[in-house]
């Protein structure tokens, strides 16, 4: 065994102490957010919350969990979350897959097509006109379909199918497999890494979505959590929280924002640890040609 040399050890160690610098750095956002979550009025207005809470308070915490509307909202979400990354998914590896395909005719005009909408929209009103005139208003549609396809994810799983041995796909081909086949058989058990991805990428970007349901939902029990949310902030700053004392609005308007962050973020950072294993390997594999 070959021992570093001093040149080595010192690289380390210095190495060693940038990168611990840089996740206290990067975690304290979080744990600060955390800590005002759960601390009082008068502490988190005197800028005394660092890490710690200070004044330790549930009160939001208790006004948003006794909201039956809170559940139903989480339901919402939770919901339109799976489908719109379900629908994403099939989509996006349909349509990346067949780009894949050097040999298909037409190729660069589908790969300019997928590029021109990264750069140009239709816009918010034609949009909305849209979506109102095929009748997916107050639908989960409404929320999925308008943004099925995210061309960066796109193109990522293009690169990733690129760099799979064409080798396989012939030999499934000769094994009597179809196009259907041999991508379900074959291409998708090679590519966990990059569906992990693209799934994480999906879920965040729908769990975190607000604007849609803001926009094509007219109902309250139609809202994701986002939006319930986001009217609990605009509520508590303006002083308009019914059935709430002003001891307890005060509470509600100095934390809001932070217990909106730690709900919202929550599962998010439950998943990602099962899926961060994949993550680093399925984007660089999509992005490097090898």
């Given at each position: 065994?070959?021992?570093p040399?001093?040149s080595?050890r010192?690289f ?5 102490v940038i990168?611990t610098l ?17 601390s009082g009025?008068?502490q988190?207005r005197?800028?005394?919350v660092?890490l ?5 308070n549930?009160t ?5 969990f006794q909201?039956?509307m809170f559940?139903?909202n989480?339901?919402?979400t ?7 990354t ?5 989509l ?10 050097k ?13 021109f909408?990264?750069?140009?929209t239709?816009?918010l ?6 979506v109102t ?6 639908s989960?549609w409404a ?12 193109l990522?799983m293009k690169?990733?199918?690129?760099n799979?041995p064409?080798?396989l796909?012939e030999?499934?081909?000769?094994d009597?497999?179809s ?6 058989r074959?291409v ?6 990059v569906?992990a991805?693209?799934v994480?990428f999906y879920?965040v ?5 607000w604007?849609?349901a803001f926009l094509?939902?007219?109902r ?9 949310l986001?009217n609990?902030i ?5 002083g308009?929280?019914a059935?709430?004392?002003?001891e ?9 924002q ?5 709900l ?9 640890p099962?899926v961060?294993?994949?993550f680093?390997?399925?984007v660089?594999?999509?992005?490097v040609?090898?």
């Open positions: 065994m070959v021992r040399s001093r080595q010192v380390q160690g210095v190495n060693g990168l840089v996740v206290l750095v990067t975690l304290y956002p979080f744990v600060n957010i955390l800590a005002r979550s759960f009025e008068r988190i005197a800028g005394e660092t710690l809470p200070r004044g330790f549930l939001t915490y208790r006004i948003v909201d039956s559940w139903r989480y339901g919402n939770v919901l339109y979350t799976v489908v719109a379900a629908i994403a998914m099939i996006t590896t349909c349509y990346a897959y067949v780009l894949s395909k040999h298909l005719r037409g190729r660069g005009v589908l790969v300019g097509v997928a590029v909408t990264m750069f140009f239709g816009g009103i034609p949009n909305y006109i849209l005139s095929l009748g997916l208003k107050n989960v929320i999925a379909l308008p943004n099925a396809i995210s061309v960066f994810n796109l990522v690169a990733f199918f690129e799979l064409t080798e796909e030999a499934a081909q000769i009597g497999l196009t259907y086949g041999t991508l379900l074959i998708l058990p090679l590519s966990k890494a569906v991805t693209m994480l879920s970007s729908f769990w975190n979505s604007f849609s094509y939902m007219d309250t029990e139609l809202m994701p959590v986002t939006v319930y986001r609990l605009q509520g508590a700053t303006g308009g929280n059935g709430a004392g002003t307890q609005l005060s509470q509600v308007g100095a934390n809001i932070s217990v909106t962050i730690v919202t973020a929550l599962p998010i950072l439950c998943v990602y099962f961060q294993r994949y680093v390997s399925g660089m594999l999509g992005a040609k090898g």
